[in-house]
């Protein structure tokens, strides 16, 4: 199980939809916007990266992160929860998790680091795939939520890579459990299916 979501789930709602109410004041921004501006710092992130100023891009991806947790906070507290909201922020999840990815892959080819420039196109592919079993398994009516490294836990880990210098190691990570994630849920599917 996802040590993050399935623990934290929706208790932080309350402080992020104080943190919005400190910034908005009454204003209602539409949870869409927020959601795109999630996206627009995931690219920020990249550029940074590209950069290689990393600090930096460890920062863009917490305000990235930031915003991807306030804009279903916003929704629910708000009443304006709907479909293609939920639909668009899994969307643009994907935009931004490539676009990192892509990041970090342009970093260490700047650095001369072609197999740490191969293993994060091995780590993207699996983050891709983490994401696609699970929107596979729901068009066929079956539950796919679990996994052992989900979007928070994997955006903390870079996070982490990004800040403190440790993005070799988390890049090994990814790659290894992003692919035993995938492996995980495709046992969940199958076992969903044969009931």
Excluded: W
């Amino acid at each position: 199980m996802p040590v993050i979501s399935s623990k934290i789930g929706h208790s932080l709602d309350p402080l992020l939809v104080r943190v919005y109410q400190l910034f908005f004041r009454d204003t209602i921004v539409k949870p869409n916007l927020l959601t795109v501006i999630g996206l627009l710092f995931g690219f920020i992130c990249l550029i940074l990266m590209v950069s290689n100023r990393l600090l930096f891009a460890g920062l863009a991806l917490s305000i990235s992160g930031f915003f991807d947790l306030l804009d279903g906070a916003v929704a629910r507290q708000y009443g304006r929860v709907t479909a293609y909201g939920g639909f668009l922020d899994s969307v643009l999840d994907r935009y931004t998790d490539l676009a990192v990815a892509f990041g970090i892959f342009v970093h260490f080819l700047n650095q001369g680091d072609s197999s740490f420039a191969v293993l994060t196109f091995v780590a993207a592919t699996g983050v891709v795939l983490v994401s696609y079993i699970r929107a596979r398994a729901e068009a066929a009516s079956l539950r796919c939520k679990s996994g052992l490294l989900e979007r928070p836990e994997r955006t903390i880990l870079l996070i982490i890579g990004l800040c403190f210098g440790l993005l070799k190691p988390v890049v090994i990570l990814l790659a290894i459990l992003a692919h035993l994630t995938a492996i995980q849920r495709i046992l969940i599917v199958r076992k969903a299916a044969q009931k």
